[in-house]
Each structure stands twice: as C-alpha cells, then as structure tokens.
C-alpha cells in the first residue's frame, strides 16, 4: 500500500513532467520587430488568464520587478455600455535598478514609465503585448551608453517574463 508521501511524490512528479511537456511544445517566440514598440505573444492553446497572471506574478517577482498598478481597460470599457469581449487589461511594472539607470540620465524617459504589458483577447484567442523600453528610447535625444544598455536588459528580461506566462510557468 502506497503512503501518502508516496502518492504525493508521484503526483508532483506527474506534474512536473506534464508542465516540461507544456513548455516544450510551445512554440518558439517571435523574432522582434525593429520598426514598432508593439512585441506581442500569443498565449499557448490551455492556458488560462488565471496561469497567465499567476506566471506573470511570480516571473516579475523573481525578476525584481514590482506591478504597482493594474488598469482593467475591459471592464472600463463594458461600463460604458460597449460590447467588448473577453479579457483587456495592462499591468505596469517596474525595476528600479534599472529604470534608475535610464531617468538618471533622462529624467524625460519618464514619461514611458512604469513597464506596461497588455492582456488582450482578439478572436477569442489570448496575448499578451508588451511597450518595449528599447524602442521607447529612440525618442530620447543622444541617450547615453547607460540608458541604452538598461533600456536594452529591461525589454529582455520583460521578453522573458512574457515568455514564461505566454506558456502559464511558474
């Protein structure tokens, strides 16, 4: 007779091997396009809102990344009367390390903080959108070698952030 450590060994590791099958079949994450701010993702077919919100969480988290705000653009919208479907929100998130680096430098850059990352629906299918600080620069005049290079890591670790809640990790 299996103890109930037992059965809960092999439950964890039945789960474990399920999500390493998840992640591994999901599809690579597209290339970045130069020539716009939008990187977007869509969410791998099984995954829920509720795994990608949690991945998102716990990603930042680990990223030290703060989310001090959330604007559920959606529900603001269906107050109004209007017909939108699904799921519409943007999360904005914050690295004070490296945002320092860029507004001390450009106190102007601002105006592009916090991080944001949209949660969208269209045509019933998730994803997720993210402002990219890399592109944001571009409108900073002559933008030091600091700024560019934390610019540059923000949008990296937040592609990665993405990539992990696009696929519900955690």
């Not at 597209?30 to 991945?55: M, Q």
Request: hydrophobic share 45%.
């Amino acid at each position: 007779m299996m103890t109930t450590m037992k059965i809960r060994n092999v439950l964890c590791g039945t789960l474990l091997a399920c999500w390493a099958w998840i992640a591994a079949a999901a599809e690579p994450l597209p290339p970045v396009d130069p020539d716009t701010p939008i990187y977007e993702v869509k969410v791998e077919p099984g995954v829920t809102y509720e795994d990608v919100v949690l991945s998102l969480k716990v990603a930042a988290e680990g990223k030290n990344f703060v989310s001090p705000a959330t604007f559920s653009v959606g529900d603001h919208i269906r107050q109004r009367g209007l017909p939108l479907q699904g799921v519409m929100e943007v999360r904005a998130y914050c690295n004070l390390g490296l945002g320092a680096e860029i507004v001390l430098d450009h106190p102007e850059f601002a105006v592009f903080a916090p991080c944001r990352i949209a949660i969208y629906e269209r045509a019933g299918q998730l994803y997720l959108g993210l402002d990219r600080p890399g592109f944001d620069l571009k409108y900073i005049k002559n933008p030091t070698e600091r700024a560019k290079k934390a610019a540059q890591e923000l949008e990296d670790t937040l592609i990665w952030i993405l990539d992990k809640a696009r696929k519900g990790e955690i």
